[in-house]
């Protein structure tokens, strides 16, 4: 069994900042790209960055030069730090990670998700 489970997310100003963060946990052999999404009321899921096990990173056009993640891999963890947020990020946010197990099964897996809230 995996799990991923989020952290930090919550209440902010627009331009403020928030982290939050990503622990897999379980069975697992290895991790591949990790990354998060969102999703707001009404709409459909979005990409909002991703990590490979290596380091490179990819964000959506709508967050780049804002949002920055980043991974500890020796803690099966990301992170998304979030700056300059504006009210159109709020949203639920959902870590989602490539996981080999230990039984050398490779799947998909998502957190629960964490609200992010930006206030105008």
């Known amino acids: 069994q995996v799990q991923l489970v989020e952290s930090g997310g919550g209440l902010v100003q627009a331009g403020g900042s928030l982290r939050v963060s990503c622990a897999a946990s379980?069975?697992?052999?290895?991790?591949?790209?990790m990354g998060w999404y969102r999703q707001a009321p009404g709409k459909q899921r979005e990409l909002v960055a991703t990590i490979t096990n290596s380091g490179s990173t990819n964000y959506a056009d709508s967050v780049k030069g804002r949002f920055t993640i980043s991974r500890d891999n020796a803690k099966n963890t990301v992170y998304l730090q979030m700056n300059s947020l504006k009210p159109e990020d709020t949203a639920v946010y959902y870590c989602?990670?490539?996981?080999?197990?230990?039984?050398?099964?490779?799947?998909?897996?998502w957190g629960q998700g964490t609200q992010v809230t930006v206030s105008s």
């Open positions: 989602n990670a490539d996981i080999v197990t230990r039984g050398l099964n490779r799947g998909d897996y």
């Open positions: 379980g069975s697992i052999f290895s991790i591949n790209a």
